[in-house]
């Protein structure tokens, strides 16, 4: 079993809202900033959001749209998508930054070290 496992990935109409979660295995990702990647239209995956202990941060696609967040036990993690568009289908990963903790590439996906499988979230009417 992976160590992240994203949920709530399905069909949803242009302009809905939709939630992902992400659950450890293992693990309590309380310690970890955690991030959601998407796959993207390359071969590198697309950043999205990232929550640390004190900040988030989000693409330019999407801030204003998604908000990312930790549940009250910080046991998962969110992302709540609203406004959603055609463009934001895709498959969408969830990643965990375990220490030790070094450098500020937030926004790259080598940068991180645990992932789950995706959830496909698919935008459409």
């Known amino acids: 079993q992976l160590p992240l496992a994203e949920s709530g990935g399905r069909l949803v109409q242009p302009g809905g809202s939709l939630t992902l979660s992400c659950a450890a295995s293992g693990f309590t990702l309380s310690t970890y900033p955690v991030a959601w990647f998407r796959r993207g239209p390359g071969t590198e995956r697309e950043f999205v959001a990232r929550i640390s202990w004190g900040n988030t941060y989000y693409s330019d696609s999407v801030k204003g749209r998604f908000t990312i967040s930790r549940d009250n036990a910080k046991v998962m993690v969110f992302l709540q998508m609203n406004s959603l568009k055609p463009e934001d289908t895709d498959v969408y990963y969830c990643?965990?930054?375990?220490?030790?903790?070094?450098?500020?590439?937030?926004?790259?996906?080598?940068?991180?070290?645990?992932w789950g499988q995706g959830t496909q979230v698919t935008v459409s009417s």
């Open positions: 990643a965990a930054d375990a220490p030790p903790y070094s450098g500020n590439n937030y926004f790259k996906a080598n940068y991180y070290d645990y």
